[in-house]
């Protein structure tokens, strides 16, 4: 059996070098994380295995890379500083959100007919009428000691200031990448050939000052997103909204994660933008959890961007000679989620054995070259040489430090698929010996023919070629 917690999952990333806390010598910073050496590795292979499928690979999707910062009427025009709002409640020193309060309540008095009632309000975003009632029910189950009850509404950007002489501005740290994208449209139109249906893609960091951060880099105040715009006529929302479901499975699945692990749910608490979403969710440590989004956003942000800066940001259909503004599916994944994802999965304690069995693809390091013995000039120079030759082409490493058991085993523990041990048998027959990280199983390949070997091992284009059809 598996036996991983999340205790364990926290610290083996931080001791092999794949996620600190961050600031952690101030003690640190609530939901805010670093990236080790190992860490940024593998977010780097997540990205691309991202950006080939997304973009790379597929002629109707571009990239782009906007700011951060972004003038404020972008945040105006998105909704974002009206609508981009959590509601907590208070209770003496404690602090819930409201939708976790209204589950606590409703689990101890299971009153489904109520909690329907109350999830409707919710919905309509009728907050003092939810404290109202909430209220009132605590006091007949008089299932509260504390009848103070405070309500507090807080916008999840993170403002910030900008200094000038004449004036001192605010905007926002972006809380999604999305609005980037929407507000370059037409310049990404006039120097591309795009043509709809089309797709804009980015991944970059994005901040919600979350009041509560939670489960590791489950939720952070910093994080990145690799989102998708894919812009579409009036009318195909349906058949595209299932293109991306599948498509988005299709490159989840593969990351060997388990495909009985995820689940689609439909999106109750509709964000303003959305006409309607599923969350793709994934069974991370026993309990299911959103993943990835698929949204139907309509035409809800093109049209307050043309409304708020007045630009004719409208598109022409040469079919029906009348200018339109196209509709939007959206696929937004959490860079650091499919990390977790990946982390929870993939780490293996059984049998006395621990070890990361992450896809070769998504390995922060793939070979590890081991000499056996280090003081063997002939045995180290050999060792080199292989070393030289492949690090050109894979990401690799070389150590002769301590013995091979422990070698071994920190190679386990970041991943490593396969490690090359040079022994005195190398010097006659030009032999190495490659180990399998799953499996521990040993062979024996001739020194000339590696390339070729972990060419094959890492090649994962006939996933690509599967399920990227071509134009
Ligand atoms: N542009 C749409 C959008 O941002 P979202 O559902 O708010 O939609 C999309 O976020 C994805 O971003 C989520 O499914 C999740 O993977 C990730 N995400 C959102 N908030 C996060 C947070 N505080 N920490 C880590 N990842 C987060």
Request: positive net charge; contains cysteine.
């Amino acid at each position: 059996m598996n036996d991983v917690n999340l205790k364990l999952i926290i610290n083996h990333a931080k001791r092999y070098g794949f996620i600190y806390k961050s600031s952690e010598i101030y003690n640190g910073i609530n939901g805010v994380y670093d990236y080790g050496p190992w860490g940024v590795e593998m977010k780097n292979n997540i990205k691309e295995y991202w950006w080939n499928f997304m973009v790379k690979l597929r002629d109707n999707i571009v990239g782009i890379d906007s700011s951060i910062l972004m003038n404020n009427k972008v945040w105006i025009a998105s909704g974002h500083k009206k609508e981009f709002n959590e509601y907590y409640i208070i209770i003496k020193n404690k602090i819930y959100n409201i939708k976790k309060f209204i589950l606590l309540i409703f689990d101890i008095i299971n009153n489904k007919k109520l909690y329907k009632k109350i999830l409707i309000l919710y919905k309509k975003k009728k907050i003092k009428l939810i404290i109202y009632k909430l209220k009132l029910i605590i006091k007949h189950y008089k299932i509260l000691k504390y009848r103070n009850i405070k309500v507090k509404k807080i916008n999840l950007m993170f403002n910030t200031k900008i200094n000038s002489f004449l004036n001192n501005k605010y905007t926002y740290l972006r809380p999604e990448t999305a609005q980037g994208i929407f507000i370059n449209i037409k310049n990404i139109i006039n120097s591309t050939k795009m043509k709809i249906p089309f797709g804009v893609a980015q991944v970059g960091k994005s901040f919600r000052n979350e009041i509560i951060t939670k489960e590791f880099i489950f939720r952070t105040k910093e994080f990145e997103q690799m989102e998708m715009q894919f812009f579409i006529y009036p009318g195909q929302e349906k058949k595209w909204f299932k293109y991306w479901i599948n498509n988005r499975l299709s490159w989840l699945y593969f990351l060997n994660l388990g495909i009985n692990n995820f689940r689609i749910k439909k999106h109750k608490n509709l964000s303003h933008y959305t006409k309607y979403a599923i969350d793709i969710e994934f069974n991370f440590l026993n309990i299911y959890k959103e993943l990835e989004g698929i949204h139907f956003r309509k035409n809800f942000d093109l049209k307050s961007h043309i409304k708020y800066s007045k630009k004719k940001i409208m598109f022409y259909n040469s079919k029906t000679k009348k200018k339109y503004i196209p509709y939007i599916i959206e696929t937004s994944l959490g860079l650091d989620r499919v990390f977790y994802a990946l982390l929870c999965k993939s780490l293996i304690n059984e049998n006395n054995r621990i070890f990361l069995k992450l896809p070769y693809f998504i390995s922060p390091i793939k070979i590890a070259i081991l000499p056996l013995i280090s003081k063997d000039k002939k045995i180290i120079k050999i060792s080199k040489y292989i070393y030289n030759n492949l690090k050109y082409k894979f990401n690799i490493i070389y150590d002769d430090k301590n013995s091979i058991g422990k070698r071994y085993h920190y190679q386990d523990s970041i991943g490593t698929p396969f490690c090359i041990t040079i022994d005195k048998y190398s010097l006659v027959n030009k032999t190495v010996t490659i180990r399998y990280r799953d499996s521990m199983k040993q062979i024996r390949y001739e020194i000339d023919l590696l390339y070729f070997f972990f060419k094959k091992e890492f090649d994962i284009s006939y996933f690509f070629k599967r399920e990227i059809k071509d134009v």
